[in-house]
């Protein structure tokens, strides 16, 4: 988890906040696969030198590569 926002995902060169990320499935750096869809709400997070913001999305499909 990245500090104060949870788990982020990386595709292609976007970050992501997952809304429904099962946790049993990640850990540091887990290159994993996923089909998602990305919804009309941002998550904010960090503190006032930190403060990020990322599109949230819904994981349709995941599993490790």
């Not at 988890?1 to 750096?29: A, F, M, Q, R």
């Amino acid at each position: 988890p990245t500090e104060n926002c949870g788990w982020i995902i990386k595709v292609n060169d976007s970050y992501y906040s997952p809304g429904n990320l099962d946790e049993e499935l990640v850990g540091g750096e887990t290159i994993i696969l996923i089909k998602y869809k990305v919804l009309n709400e941002d998550f904010i997070c960090g503190n006032t030198t930190t403060y990020r913001a990322y599109k949230k999305i819904k994981i349709l499909e995941i599993s490790k590569k």
